[in-house]
């Protein structure tokens, strides 16, 4: 056997191997989901619930090593940053917060993740979508 005919009979056996060590893909219970405006939970829930909820659609390849560690630890330290679906259990002013928090991560570009959109193009954010989260963030306007 030739030494490419090695290398990829090892290759093969490997990802097979790595197909036993499995990961948690389980969504907790929804406790205190986000309240907003349809607009608003519609936009949230296309392009962040997947790693920001306890409503992760996880896709097939996702059953896949090694591709299941990364979407299992995003997701983990999605939630862990963000979790929409415990959004009720914080105070009106961390709520105000994290609104802005999230407007500002979308703005800088750091949300939704660059290797995320390939396969999920409709978490793509349109300047439509990100006016509706703009107006969600905005602070309440003082009564006179």
């Known amino acids: 056997m030739r030494l490419a005919g090695k290398i990829g009979l090892v290759a093969l056996a490997t990802f097979a191997a790595i197909q036993a060590i499995r990961v948690d893909q389980s969504n907790p219970p929804v406790t205190a989901d986000l309240q907003a405006p349809p607009a608003v ?3 949230l829930r296309r ?4 790693c920001h909820s306890n409503e992760t659609r996880w896709p ?4 896949v090593a090694p591709t299941s560690w990364l979407l299992h630890h995003d997701v983990f330290e ?9 959004w ?4 009106p002013a961390v709520q105000a917060q994290r609104e802005r928090d999230v407007v500002e991560s979308i703005a ?6 660059w290797y995320y959109l390939p396969l999920h193009p409709s978490a793509r954010l349109s300047a439509a979508d990100k006016s509706v989260l703009d107006a969600w963030a905005a602070p309440a306007s003082p009564d006179p």
Request: aromatic share 14%; charged share 30%.
């Open 88 to 91: 009720g259990t914080l105070s």
């Open 78 to 86: 999605g939630r862990e940053a963000l979790d929409f679906s415990e």
């Open 47 to 50: 392009a962040c619930y997947d």
């Open 108 to 113: 800088e570009g750091e949300m939704p993740l």
């Open 41 to 43: 939970k519609e936009v």
């Open 60 to 63: 097939w390849y996702g059953h």
